[in-house]
């Protein structure tokens, strides 16, 4: 359901004839986005062998950065001459997985032995025990780690276009050129992604889970804040070297990929997706208000350098809070 709800509404959105209709359509699409995660996330926690559990959180969230370096390339390909349009209809190709999803994917075990359980309490309850004595302190924890990672993902992956384009302007590539160079800087980041989330089981098991996200929180903390807080501003020089940062921008961004390992280890079968649909969608919302006061500062400073790299400021936040956090390393996952 979630993956044929944001792709008809992302296609939709070619379709379009003004502004408030796209907004609609995209914050439609967006509901379908927000479930998919956390529903991934917890199928995989559930499904897949313990032993081999840790993998497989890695392994799953690569998908979503490979789909971005092909949405990438679909824009270098498609999107640099034929326009917004095409791409948002590219975008409801997702919608053909649905007959494999139905008749290829069960419900994992866990679920099921659980059904009873499940079914047969109200659709609040899952929600009112990530507040409960035991899990209140864990779920307030993850939230604000995930408002760290949602406030770098500005940083990360929306605002790398719009910067890398303004710096091939200002080196004379206008137009599909500057498209081009912008969708080969989206795919440096979704390569760097990927190979971020492969070493992610690696590293969450070297250091724990807390020791791998903090890893990753100091790689953006210190690559948002060179990258566009010194390097954008270097000039006719900037471009090489903006690249060269986005490859560490883009591997600090697999700090995504802990959560898909760690939210599911923290909770109960009974409330295990909620409390993964709970943080990621309270720092959604939270998230949201960046947008505006990155745009005020934008307006302000007259550029969009200084004001994302301020975005860093909320990881150096999180890595305050990360060692409060529950470490489950060596845990098998709670029944």
Not at 194 to 206: D, F, Q, Y
Request: glycine share 12%; net charge positive; with cysteine.
């Amino acid at each position: 359901l979630t993956v044929v709800w944001y792709s008809v509404f992302t296609f939709l959105s070619a379709l379009v004839t003004g502004v408030w209709q796209l907004a609609v359509l995209r914050l439609l699409a967006g509901i379908g986005i927000g479930g998919e995660w956390a529903m991934g996330g917890t199928f995989v926690a559930e499904e897949w062998p313990e032993q081999r559990r840790l993998a497989g959180a890695g392994y799953m969230h690569t998908g979503y950065y490979v789909g971005t370096f092909f949405a990438s390339l679909a824009n270098y390909i498609i999107g640099s001459d034929f326009g917004w349009r095409m791409m948002f209809a590219v975008g409801g190709l997702p919608a053909l997985l649905l007959a494999w999803v139905r008749h290829g994917v069960t419900e994992p075990e866990r679920w099921r032995q659980k059904g009873g359980v499940v079914r047969s309490g109200k659709i609040w309850r899952p929600f009112s025990a990530l507040f409960s004595s035991p899990l209140r302190r864990r779920t307030i924890l993850n939230s604000l780690y995930m408002l760290a990672s949602i406030c770098g993902l500005w940083a990360g992956t929306v605002y790398v276009p719009a910067a890398v384009t303004t710096l091939a302007e200002a080196a004379g590539k206008i137009g599909p050129p500057a498209a081009r160079l912008a969708s080969h800087a989206a795919m440096l980041v979704s390569c760097a992604t990927i190979l971020g989330c492969l070493v992610m089981p690696w590293l969450a098991e070297k250091t724990g889970r807390r020791g791998a996200l903090g890893v990753y929180f100091a790689v953006m903390l210190l690559s948002i804040a060179l990258t566009f807080g010194k390097v954008f501003y270097l000039g006719a020089a900037a471009l090489p070297w903006f690249f060269v940062c986005l490859f560490f921008l883009g591997f600090g961004g697999a700090n995504f990929a802990v959560y898909t390992l760690w939210l599911p280890e923290q909770y109960p079968t009974e409330c295990r997706a909620s409390a993964f649909a709970f943080a990621t969608s309270l720092a959604r919302f939270a998230g949201a208000g960046i947008t505006f006061l990155v745009g005020a500062g934008v307006a302000r400073y007259g550029s969009l350098g200084i004001p994302v790299a301020m975005t860093s400021i909320a990881f150096a936040v999180g890595l305050l809070l990360v060692p409060l956090g529950a470490e489950t390393r060596g845990e098998c996952l709670p029944a």
